[in-house]
């Protein structure tokens, strides 16, 4: 594949409906015939009676005769329990899945010679961990190693913005057979960078297939009696005929659906002859295309943007081609749809990326997000997030847990996904437990949960008891969902439950004491207790023999303002008479799993020392709680550096 490397890189377009797959050439995207002689492959798989499995077109012609074992659409069961049994094989939607790339991959080698070594494959933005994880699996068991995990919209704005010197911001709208993505993306100077992502993984054009089947079916037993719904092989010629039907009213205003013997009855075979005209269609979809509406919607306001702040919305995907939709877009943001990609643009954004991978393709930086928030359960079926939803890839991020019991030996991480505020409204992506900790009251042992999402969105959860250096990891996949479901269902889960770790406590103010300068902070909000920090201070006058250390809590703000309450007063007297700057005093603050504060301050030449302890969660309520001030002459100043950390 050029210069640049001898091995073969490929992008992947991983359809709901159709498949393409493409290399680079002399710097030149290239899509790849299959062996018919097409540029796409239907994302059709079909089991024969004598076991035999059909890809592509082939499986998609019989599709008639063999409705039942026919599978469409399965990039939609990934990360589910579908399967498909035949002549005693079962199949799971991986394994089906795995079948068409392993085609692609054949193509590939069948036109340039070699086997690939890795594949960019794009899949729907919105696709949760599960559903990245099993695309992952399908290609193993392809024997396609996977360079790189893109989302489709942020493919089609690679094709989009390559080369293109002016930076733009625009909204994706990426309407496929069976998935719909809205992406806002800001390209500029090489850089993709993908804002906000949202998105249905159950809506796409199949969707609007359904609704002229659903029409079919109603007049069908409105003018014959007979209801062919649940008739497999009629269905599936109503499914052809209603795919063929919206692909004819993109051009047209009007077609014709006839289907001859769609049934058989006792009054004899049953003719379906019925004009659709454009308008009707429209009609019989319009609550399926304002489902489109919350996705957009929902983009700009996690982007903290506006419809005035976007140069352009670019349509993606071939449902997008329905006139209607092109309306929609103009109703809903006030400027004309972008129809200017290629419509093979989502393939060629992925073989880009490739060329990226390998060194073919320069200056081109891809910054992507997660669709859907990440975390873990804690005490009180609470769902805490760790990974907020849109948050750039790759990357790492912590928090600091606790035990809920004495002598507590294991805590029970439960990692979920979602947006919702109960734990039974997120999806389990899997469960691990951290053993082996040392008995300590509850409240004392300090796990740190890391959060490690990588380039592909492939999630990775470790936890670690800081005191004991224990730690067990998990790498979220099809096997950890699967493991999480059975823990579920077992006695063992109530032990699970009972194990869930709480957040370490942590304090929500600012603490410090009072200088010349100001507050001076020493321990700060969200600092996750119990916590020993300290910093040196010194005079401010020459031969002060006194320093007066108020010690200062700065309260969250709200709508009074930022409020400083003072906790107490430490007084040093008779130091040594010398210059400014000559004393040095520590103070030190420590707060610990209860919310008390101890501070101590000492002389570190004479020794003298002076302390005082301090309930925090009890000055809070005692709003009008003061010290009396002594001379302001007495308040010490900060030695640079300052805030020296003593450790937790």
């Not at 269905?235 to 077609?255: D, G, H, I, N």
């Not at 010290?627 to 300052?642: A, I, K, M, Q, S």
Request: with cysteine.
């Amino acid at each position: 594949m050029g210069a640049a490397t001898d091995k073969l890189y490929v992008g992947i377009d991983f359809g709901t409906t159709n498949s393409a797959v493409g290399l680079l050439e002399g710097g030149e995207v290239r899509l790849i015939p299959n062996a018919e002689g097409s540029l796409i492959t239907p994302s059709v798989v079909a089991v024969t009676a004598d076991g035999g499995v059909l890809v592509g077109a082939a499986a998609k012609r019989q599709a008639v005769t063999n409705p039942e074992y026919t599978v469409r659409s399965v990039k939609l069961k990934l990360g589910t329990d579908w399967s498909i049994e035949r002549g005693g094989t079962r199949y799971t939607a991986e394994e089906i899945a795995a079948f068409i790339l392993k085609r692609l991959h054949s193509d590939v080698k069948a036109y340039a010679g070699s086997a690939v070594h890795g594949a960019v494959i794009t899949v729907p933005a919105y696709f949760n961990r599960m559903q990245r994880a099993a695309l992952v699996d399908a290609a193993k068991i392809a024997g396609l190693p996977v360079a790189r995990i893109i989302n489709e919209p942020t493919a089609a704005a690679i094709t989009h913005g390559l080369n293109r010197a002016d930076d733009q911001t625009v909204l994706m709208f990426d309407l496929g057979g069976g998935t719909f993505d809205v992406s806002l993306v800001e390209i500029g100077d090489g850089v993709c960078e993908v804002r906000a992502t949202s998105g249905d993984n159950f809506l796409g054009g199949d969707d609007w297939d359904q609704n002229i089947v659903d029409h079919l079916v109603r007049v069908t037993r409105e003018r014959h009696g007979v209801d062919v719904g649940h008739e497999a092989t009629a269905l599936q010629r109503l499914k052809e005929a209603a795919e063929a039907a919206k692909v004819e009213l993109s051009s047209s205003t009007f077609t014709d659906i006839r289907l001859p013997y769609l049934a058989a009855t006792r009054a004899g075979p049953v003719h379906l002859d019925l004009p659709l005209s454009r308008a009707e269609f429209e009609a019989l979809s319009r609550g399926t295309l304002e489902r489109c509406r919350r996705p957009v919607e929902q983009v700009l306001k996690d982007a903290g943007t506006d419809f005035e702040h976007i140069d352009h919305v670019i349509l993606v995907g071939g449902a997008t081609r329905m006139p209607a939709i092109g309306r929609f877009i103009h109703d809903l943001t006030g400027r004309p749809p972008y129809r200017g990609l290629v419509p093979e643009s989502v393939v060629t954004g992925a073989t880009l990326q490739a060329g990226v991978l390998v060194g073919e393709v320069r200056d081109v930086l891809l910054l992507d997000v997660i669709p859907l928030s990440l975390g873990i359960e804690t005490q009180g079926r609470n769902y805490t997030r760790i990974l907020e939803r849109n948050t750039t890839i790759p990357t790492r991020r912590s928090t600091v847990l606790t035990t809920t019991e004495d002598r507590q030996k294991s805590v029970a991480i439960h990692i979920l996904e979602g947006e919702r505020e109960m734990v039974e409204h997120n999806r389990t992506l899997g469960v691990f437990g951290l053993t082996g900790l040392p008995e300590a009251p509850r409240g004392a042992p300090r796990i740190e949960v890391l959060f490690d999402v990588d380039a592909n969105g492939i999630l990775h959860v470790s936890a670690k008891d800081l005191g004991s250096a224990r730690e067990q990891s998990l790498t979220v996949d099809r096997a950890s969902a699967d493991g999480a479901a059975r823990s579920k269902k077992s006695a063992h889960w109530l032990q699970v439950v009972r194990n869930l770790p709480r957040p370490a406590p942590e304090i929500d103010s600012a603490l410090g004491i009072e200088t010349p300068g100001g507050f001076h902070e020493i321990i700060g909000p969200g600092t996750v207790v119990p916590i020993r920090r300290s910093g040196t201070f010194t005079t401010v006058e020459d031969g002060q023999t006194a320093i007066a250390v108020h010690v200062l809590e700065v309260l969250p703000s709200g709508k009074a303002g930022v409020r400083h309450q003072r906790l107490a007063l430490l007084e040093l007297v008779n130091l040594p008479r010398e210059p400014r700057g000559i004393p040095r005093v520590e103070v030190s603050f420590e707060v610990d799993a209860g919310g008390t504060l101890r501070v101590d301050a000492r002389e570190l030449a004479t020794g003298q020392e002076r302390s005082a302890t301090v309930g925090l969660s009890e000055t809070r309520k005692e709003t009008r709680r003061t010290v009396r001030l002594r001379t302001v002459e007495n308040l010490p100043t900060p030695v640079e550096p300052t805030g020296v950390v003593h450790g937790e």
